[in-house]
């Protein structure tokens, strides 16, 4: 049975859209761009504010929001359909501070399936806990040497995993490109053997 490891963040749920909707513009009313515009990965730049008030902004919405988010239907349809022919598990890169709410969402919404919640700690200056253990989500994908598939968002990650012999699929979101459109990469993995 393969193994599949699922992103969270924008593969699961739609933090960055949800995040984007329900904080950003609100706080941020004269906002000159839309979801489609933030083409790099922490978007700081493109919102012309710095790095720290983008990563606060969205781990503020993460504290009060996580609970909220809703799962990205597709995807649950297909658990409902495929899940079970795969074993599954989640790797994301989160805040140590807000990696329980991550943790109680995935099992909640994916718990039927997804069974293991792992994360790397985002580096916080508040938080040296990034130093311990993988630093990278390669890091870990190497030291698991289960994975058979990776399911991300960010390029980087992908790159990684696919040089450590692993399929990959890169979701497509609007700060990477060559990604392929979730409806395709849940069709896909149903081919895969
Ligand atoms: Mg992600």
């Known amino acids: 049975m393969l193994t599949i490891?699922?992103?969270?963040?924008?593969?699961?749920?739609?933090?960055?859209?949800?995040w984007f909707h329900k904080k950003w513009l609100l706080e941020h009313p004269n906002c000159h761009?839309?979801?489609?515009?933030?083409?790099?990965?922490?978007?700081h730049e493109i919102l012309k504010v710095t790095?720290?008030?983008?990563?606060?902004s969205l781990d503020e919405f993460r504290m009060s929001e996580m609970m909220n988010l809703?799962?990205?239907?597709?995807?649950?349809?297909?658990?409902?359909?495929?899940?079970?022919k795969y074993r599954h598990l989640a790797l994301t890169a989160v805040?140590?501070?807000?990696?329980?709410?991550?943790?109680?969402?995935?099992?909640?919404?994916?718990g039927k399936w997804i069974r293991s919640f792992n994360f790397v700690p985002s580096e916080r200056a508040s938080d040296c806990s990034s130093l311990y253990y993988d630093r990278t989500k390669y890091d870990f994908l190497k030291w698991l040497e289960k994975a058979d598939i990776l399911i991300d968002d960010n390029s980087i990650n992908i790159k990684s995993a696919q040089e450590s012999g692993i399929t990959t699929y890169l979701v497509s979101r609007p700060w990477n490109s060559g990604g392929v459109a979730l409806t395709e990469v849940l069709r896909e993995l149903t081919t895969v053997k």
């Open 95 to 110: 805040p140590g501070s807000t990696a329980d709410l991550s943790a109680f969402w995935l099992i909640r919404h994916f």
């Open 33 to 43: 761009c839309g979801y489609k515009d933030l083409t790099i990965n922490p978007p």
């Open 51 to 56: 790095k720290e008030e983008y990563l606060c």
């Open 5 to 18: 490891v699922w992103d969270i963040d924008d593969v699961l749920n739609n933090l960055m859209h949800e």
């Open 70 to 84: 809703q799962p990205n239907q597709e995807v649950l349809s297909w658990f409902e359909e495929h899940g079970k």
